[in-house]
């Protein structure tokens, strides 16, 4: 009897060694995949802080998309509106900083009106394009991963929004400046700026050489980001900002 209790014994130590190499095995697997490791530790992190709401994946993402469409439709809508760029005190287009010297001795004599009218016309461009580029997001935000939207939930309050940074500037850069320069047009920009320099260089006899469309659209793109920025805190931070279910459901048991 004592013998068959050995044996027994036996068997089992071995089949637990085998199984507790089999782990191991699985273990160093998991963590020579960092991502799936990163991914593991933030879903059961998910999965514990929201247990009993039931937030899935599906969840997640769906709010995350709302989110970010809400805030770009806010964002493009309050720049594209009328003074959306030239009332704002943080965001009004100035003169680039290689021409403030231009301005200010254009100002001191007596020309003051010209770099006015140059500045109301770039920030007129950037309201004027602005308005129609809030598509520009719409594919960036479908494409959007579970693995993306994991990251975002528990990312810092910008991430979503540094998401669409990565994924859509360039695109954005591309689009934005036919659209700036139309804008220029139609509203005289490239008129008084030639205008501003013109007159400048009769008086100082020196050149300055500024890509005009490049600088509105750059600062365009600054924008549309800070206020997207914005609308992002908003909306994890702000009970109400969360305009509906989802967004209280994804963003409302967040600290």
Known sequence: MKKIIAICFSLLLSNVIQAQGIFDKINHAIKKDSSSSVITQITKQISSETKGTSLSNEDIINGLKEALTIGTNNSTKKLGAADGFFNDAILKIMMPEEAEKVA?????????????????????????????????????????????????????????????????????????????????????????????????????????????????????????????????HKIRKDPSAQVTDLLRKVFGKKE
């Open 104 to 232: 200010s001795a254009m100002r001191r004599i007596g020309m003051g009106s010209l770099v006015d009218k140059a500045v109301l016309s770039m920030n007129r461009a950037a309201e004027d394009a602005t308005a129609g580029v809030g598509d520009i997001f719409i594919e960036a935000i479908k494409k959007m991963s579970i693995t993306d939207g994991l990251k975002i939930l528990k990312g810092d309050s910008s991430a979503a929004t540094n998401y669409l940074k990565e994924n859509t500037s360039q695109q954005l850069t591309e689009k934005i400046r036919p659209v700036i320069e139309a804008s220029l047009k139609k509203v005289n920009a490239t008129k008084y700026w030639s205008d501003v320099f013109s007159n400048y260089n009769k008086f100082l006899h020196q050149n300055v050489n500024t890509d005009l469309a490049a600088y509105v659209g750059g600062k365009t793109s600054d924008a549309i980001f800070y206020t997207i920025t914005q609308e992002e």
